[in-house]
C-alpha cells in the first residue's frame, strides 16, 4: 500500500506573497490563515537564522487545523556553522517541543552546504544528529553536493535511521541531480527551482529561488513522488521556489496531479 503523500511549501511567511498568492491587503497576522486552507503541511525555514522562543510555535500549533504536520529545519549552528553545534542544540529542541507535544511534528530537516562533503568528520556529524534528536521524529538530510550520490552514503544513512532528501536544482556542476532514493520510512523531495543564472550570485536570496515550473518539469516530479510513496509511511514534498508565490502554484499543481486531497 502505498504511504501517504504530504505537499507544501518551504515556509508561508512571505510579504511577496501579497497580492500575488495572498489577496491584496492581506496582514503577516493572517499568514498562516491563509495557507492551510490550500495545504496540510509546512516546512519551517526561518529556524535556520534565529531559533524562535517556544511559544511561536506553540501559537502555531494552536491555529493549525486537525491533522496539519510541521517540518522543521535544524538552526544553521547545527549544520553550516557547527562550532556552535551544542549551544544551539537545546534552545532548538526546546522550541519544537511544543509542536511535538501536540503530535504536529512531522520531521525535522538539516540542509547542509555545498562544502559539507563525505569524508569521516561528515559522516561522524550525521551520527551526531541522529542521536541528538528526539526519539521518534524523522530526520532528513539534505546536501548540496553531488558527491554523496552513493550506495555507501545511502546505506550509511540508513544505518543511523536518517532520511535522503531527493532535490530539485539548476543543473549546474556539482549540485545533485533529481533522485529517487529512500533510507527511512519518511520519504522527502525539496523542488528549489532551475534558476541557473542566479544560483551562484543573485542580488538578494530570494532571486535564487526566482523560477516556475512548466507542466511538464512538475509531471516528471510528480511520477517520482508517487514511487517514493510506494516505498515508505509517508512522502514529503515541498517546494521552495517562494519568489513571489512561485511555490504555491506549483505546489497547488502538485496537489491536483497527484489528486491529494
Known sequence: M???IRIGTSGFSFPDWVGTAYPAGTR????FDRYVRWFDTVEINS???RIPPPRTFE???ERA????TFVVKLPREMTHERAGFDAARTPFLDAVRPLLDAGQLGGLLAQFPSSFRPDPPAREHLKRLAETMPPGVPLSVEFRHASWATDETWDHLRRLGIGYVNVD??????????????????????????NRAAWWEHPTPSDRYDYLYNERELGEWAGRIERLAAQ???CYAFS????LGQSVVNALQLVQRLGVP
Open 2 to 4: 502505498a504511504g501517504e
Open 28 to 31: 503577516a497576522s493572517e499568514y
Open 59 to 61: 501559537r502555531l500549533s
Open 65 to 68: 487545523p486537525k491533522g496539519f
Open 169 to 194: 536544482l539548476p543543473e549546474l556542476p556539482g549540485l545533485p541531480r533529481p533522485s529517487e532514493v529512500v533510507t527511512s520510512p519518511v520519504a522527502y523531495a525539496r523542488l528549489h527551482g532551475r
Open 47 to 49: 529556524t535556520y537564522y
Open 232 to 234: 515508505t509511511k509517508i
Open 240 to 243: 521552495n521556489n517562494c519568489h
